[in-house]
């Protein structure tokens, strides 16, 4: 091994100042700001040659120690390459401020101490380096190359707050597997150039409060696997972290918060990379700003104040003990989905831009989206999430509520809410959403209520055939209390929840429904409910459909039966019925008649029964006379001629009265008829019966029954013609009045 050269005047210092750990400071008085970057150019009075320091801190060249033995130098300039590989150094190792030639070489290296404030150095080599404590690379310590601490193990804390690590399309600080005994303390970090951490682990907290961080077409942040005992902190008092890449933090395991309140996150914008229409489909996370996926945090994650990501917040399969917190996030490329000025959009959509992917995300506390002071007017860092683009909460599980009161959901044309499935243990609080773009929840499963008041849903997406969707599509969905699209509750293409079983109440009160061509305006098909609220604020602008739904109460006005579509009440049940004004008997029949233009029973009897149940026989008899009614003009020439004889004799078996009526008068005229013009004459002249005008009358009007006169006397001429109609009359008197009571019975 060559021998070094006799030391210099400052070495001997170094040397003399090594045994008892005192500090050797050469820089000028003022000191530049910029002096670090002229390091090349320091004279010998601020050089020290590497292989000095290499025997001082190897033993081969150290002095007898005077205290505690350590390395402090500040201002100088290392020249020649720093080899420590595998060497053991028990000795602090503390340069502050100084300039390095070369890389220094420290992989495999075990030092007590390793202390590079200030420095500026072309990279570092430290893969298995071991440091007994802190390992500190912070106030503004700079490296124009890759910082590699592959595998490396710091007994201490990894201090960066304030570093500058450059190395443009590369990797600024390589430190996969990773071994923290205390903190990452990375707060104001400038990085350009991938930070890599995967599978390394923390046992305090991650802090990136300030850090900016930029590698544009790659990772700005890589921490796949990472583990960390503590929370990964994205703000503080001094600055918001700020990411141009992608921040990757996939698999990783947080034992406290994920902070990344105000964080902004950037990524390069990518030419028609957008994800596919599919119920069940994957996701490009190509162009995502952040990778979260399996994400397992013990605390809560914080998105909000102001948090910006102009790709894909990637979260499905994340585990959240705590809450999710989107409040004031911003989400997406705002203008990505509006047309150009004057322009339209396609009929069609065939591919979605993704804001959020949260499929199958576990949320053990609330999901909150809302303003954070909960002003509808609050915008900004304190107003309500703002997402361009879908999101999607498929297959999602948030133990507590989620509120997303005031959120606003740009991607007209699009699913823009997607959660199929999505399982709220309280209630999903949507009030006053503004979304442009449609919302569904098929097979959601929501604990409490599903409160959407005031919400406003326009422009929904459309089917191939150029048709609109519903704004809101809850069909199967099972809500524990009430489903409230009230006051002045919007959606221009509809709302479905067919087969929805709401445990209290579905209430439409003031809504507005419908709008766009070809929508319907409500699919309610088998929904299940206490009770129904359809208090329309105006007529609804598309069909409505009740058919095999199930309600206690209803409560409609006449807003819902001036439709511009069809009403089906198809095997539409329920018990009672009530209008925002009494609406009689009457009314009621016409507004049937004018959502039924074909002729269908069921809704008249279900309004029957329910008139019979509250105590109005009246009505319900009547009811059901119009039903007769209505039936019979929808047959033929002859049932229509005989619904009329019923009606106007027995009217249809509910006015028994009338009937009556016809036979009292039937009779009189018959005992008028025989017992003035007629002039009996026996047809045997061996009986001889006593002739009763009024009895005969009587016999001819009763069929099957006889009371002493059929059979006993001849007729002739008009006395022959009256009892001819008389027995007429009776038969279809007593026929149509047996039809009626068969009605009746069935009826009860």
């Known amino acids: 091994m060559p021998q070094l050269a006799a030391p ?8 003399q100042a090594f045994a008892g750990g005192a500090r050797v400071d050469v820089r000028p008085h003022p000191r530049p700001s910029d002096e670090l970057r002229h390091g090349a150019s320091w004279g010998p009075g601020r050089q020290v040659r590497a292989g000095f320091l290499v025997d001082l801190l190897t033993g081969c060249n150290t002095p007898e120690p005077r205290g505690v033995p ?213 996701v490009d996370d190509f162009g ?115 509120s997303l009161s005031g959120v606003r959901l740009h991607g007209a044309g699009l699913d823009v809410l997607f959660a199929d499935r999505l399982r709220v243990g309280g209630t999903l609080f949507m009030r006053a959403i503004t979304v442009t773009g449609s919302i569904r929840l098929q097979n959601a499963d929501i604990g409490s209520t599903l409160d959407c008041t005031a919400a406003k849903l326009t422009v929904p997406r459309r089917r191939p055939d150029g048709s609109p969707k519903p704004s809101l599509d809850a069909r199967v969905a099972t809500i524990g209390k009430d489903l409230l699209c009230s006051r002045g509750f919007l959606a221009t293409g509809g709302v479905r929840i067919r087969r929805v079983e709401a445990g209290k109440s579905a209430n439409f009160e003031g809504a507005t429904l419908g709008g766009e061509p070809g929508a319907e305006a409500l699919n309610a098909v088998g929904l299940n409910t206490q009770e129904l609220n359809v208090r329309f604020a105006a007529p609804a602008a598309g069909d409505v459909s009740f058919a095999r739904a199930r309600a206690v109460a209803v409560s409609d006005s006449e807003q819902l039966w001036n439709t511009a579509g069809h009403v089906d009440l198809e095997d539409f049940s329920y018990q009672a019925l009530t209008a925002e004004r009494d609406a009689g008997v009457h009314t009621r029949l016409e507004w049937l008649h004018r959502v039924l233009p074909a002729y269908d029973p069921d809704p008249y009897e279900r309004l029957a029964a329910t008139y019979s149940c509250a105590g109005r026989e009246e009505r319900s008899r009547y009811v059901l006379l119009v039903n007769q009614r209505r039936r019979h003009a929808a047959m033929r020439l002859p049932g229509r001629i005989f619904g009329w004889v019923q009606e106007v004799t027995v009217g249809y078996g509910y006015r028994p009265l009338l009937a009556l009526l016809w036979f009292l008068a039937a009779w009189a005229f018959g005992a008028y008829w025989f017992s003035e013009h007629y002039r009996p004459e026996l047809v045997d002249p061996q009986d001889q019966p006593i002739f009763n005008g009024t009895l005969f009358a009587l016999d001819t009007l009763l069929p099957i029954v006889n009371v002493g006169q059929d059979g006993h006397w001849r007729t002739g001429g008009a006395s022959q013609w009256i009892a001819a109609i008389l027995t007429l009359v009776g038969w279809v008197l007593v026929s149509t009045a047996a039809a009626g009571a068969a009605r009746v019975l069935k009826r009860n």
Do not use: K
Not at 8 to 15: C, G, I, N, P, S
């Open 288 to 402: 995502a700003a952040l990778v979260a996926d399996r994400l397992d945090v013990r605390g809560n994650v914080e998105l909000d104040d102001g948090f910006t990501a102009n790709g894909v917040v990637r979260l499905p399969g994340a585990t959240i003990g705590g809450y999710l917190r989107l409040s004031g996030a911003t989400l997406g490329v705002p203008g990505r989905l509006v047309p150009p000025a004057g322009g339209a959009l396609p009929d069609r959509l065939t591919r979605v831009p993704i804001a959020l992917l949260a499929d199958g995300i576990r949320i053990s506390g609330d999901l909150d989206a809302r303003s954070a002071r909960g002003g509808e007017g609050d915008t900004g860092r304190n107003g309500p999430l703002t997402a361009y683009g879908q999101v999607r909460l498929v297959d999602g599980d948030v133990r507590g509520s989620a």
């Open 70 to 282: 350590a390395l402090r130098l500040a201002g100088v300039a290392v020249v020649g390459e720093l080899r420590l590989e595998a060497a053991e150094v028990p000795y602090l190792v503390e340069l502050t401020q100084c300039w390095f030639s070369h890389r220094p070489d420290l992989r495999m290296a075990r030092l007590s101490g390793l202390r590079l404030p200030g420095c500026r150095l072309p990279g570092l080599r430290g893969r298995n380096l071991r440091v007994g404590s802190d390992l500190v690379l912070e106030a503004g310590f700079t490296s124009d190359g890759q910082v590699d601490l592959t595998d490396a193990d710091v007994d201490g804390s990894l201090r960066l707050s304030g570093a500058v690590l450059r190395r443009a399309g590369g990797n600024a600080l390589l430190a996969e597997r990773m071994m923290i005994a205390g903190a990452v303390q990375a707060s104001v970090l400038r990085a350009t150039g991938a930070v890599r951490v995967p599978n390394s682990r923390i046992g305090g907290n991650v802090d990136f409060g300030g850090a900016r961080l930029s590698n544009p077409t790659g990772d700005a942040l890589h921490a796949v696997g990472i583990e960390v005992s503590g929370s990964v902190l994205g703000e503080v008092e001094g600055g918001r972290l700020v990411a141009n890449g992608r921040v990757v933090l996939s698999g990783a395991r947080i034992g406290g918060d994920l902070r990344l309140s105000g964080a902004q996150l950037a990524v390069a914008p990518l030419p028609e990379r957008s994800v596919l229409v599919v119920p069940r489909g994957t």
């Open 8 to 15: 210099t005047a400052l070495e001997e210092r170094v040397w």
